[in-house]
């Protein structure tokens, strides 16, 4: 009995980061006898990964549906200097609805949609394959194990997440270099007439934003830079998307262990999980916020009237530096946050109550069945 129970232990500390229907699988799994981590492990990686490309998409496509509109505002203000269009999130919205429509919120949408599902996946999967493949005694992970699972993570995930984010912006961005142009051209004007600067408020309501689609954008890059022009701002990427997941997961990880009902019972409820995905998320959506706005900026191909074009990674912080000061690295910073903490919370939710699992037929008695 007590050897049953060590074994247990073990194994349930192993897959603290799965959902609620798997640890009760493995409970029951490890009452079998001494084969349970080796008997788990095996049938976790040949039927988790339709659940988890399952569960990845239905998290992200309900999140971005969400918080879609924040993500474009934040976009916007990372990318504007010089003259502020904008003064804040909601000042951004507002004008964006005016000059755009209800639906200009929502541009970039589609690419976010289409791609998020890998994407999510990629990032879920490749954590639990490396902390799976960094606890070979079946035990705990330590804290560095947990923060190298996560930056192995990161890295996986930046081959889906550059090219979507490079379309993403420059779809997002149209909307603000349209109104830019809009205001200057009216501000000629009116200083031609002798009138005021009245019109940079009104100058919204002014002619509808040209449309360009992601595929006009992909085929443009394709045809003039090849492969690598949809992976502009790779770099920045990785060093945004790196540290994001090194602190995210290991945070989840531990504030997600302090909700389990008892050492017997690891299951936790899905609003304990839905409150460390936001919590992480925003903690690490701080963190990395500097790295964000650089990402930004490198993947922006137009830019406005007396904009700065950057170099790399080293010119772009630089130049900001000189020009902007250091808080122009935390713009959008709040934005951010008010992106990433309902949506990690919404995929960990869906991610922990087994959505694709169950929409699969994967109980506890056919996935873990001898």
Known sequence: MAQQQQISSASVGFVTSLDNATLYSVQKCCEKGNDCYVHVC??????????????????????????FPIDLAKTRLQNQRGQQLYKNMMDCLI???????YFGMYRGAAVNLTLVTPEKAIKLAANDFFRHRLSKDGGRLT???EM????????????????????????????????????????VTTLKMGGTSGVLSRSYNASQVTRVSAIQITRELLRTKGVTGLYRGLGATLMRDI?????????????HQLGQHSSEDPSVPFYWSFMSGCLAGSIAAVAVSPCDVVKTRLQSLKK??????YNGVVDCVRKILKKEGPGAFLKGASCRVLVIAPLFGIVQVVYFVGVGEFLLGYTPYNIYSA
């Open 42 to 67: 095996s049938d976790l990686s040949l039927n988790s990964l339709p659940a988890k490309l399952i569960n990845g998409g239905i998290a992200g496509i309900v999140g971005v549906t969400c918080v």
């Open 95 to 101: 004008k964006t609805v005016k000059s755009e429509g």
């Open 143 to 145: 804290v560095f194990k």
């Open 148 to 187: 190298l699972a996560g930056c192995f993570a990161g890295m996986c995930q930046v081959i889906i997440t550059t090219p979507m984010e490079m379309l993403k912006i420059q779809l997002q961005d149209a909307g603000r270099l349209a109104a830019q142009q809009r205001v200057a051209s009216s501000v």
């Open 243 to 255: 540290p994001f997941s090194v602190v995210y997961f290991p945070l989840f990880a531990h504030l």
């Open 304 to 309: 406005g009237a007396n904009e700065e074009t």
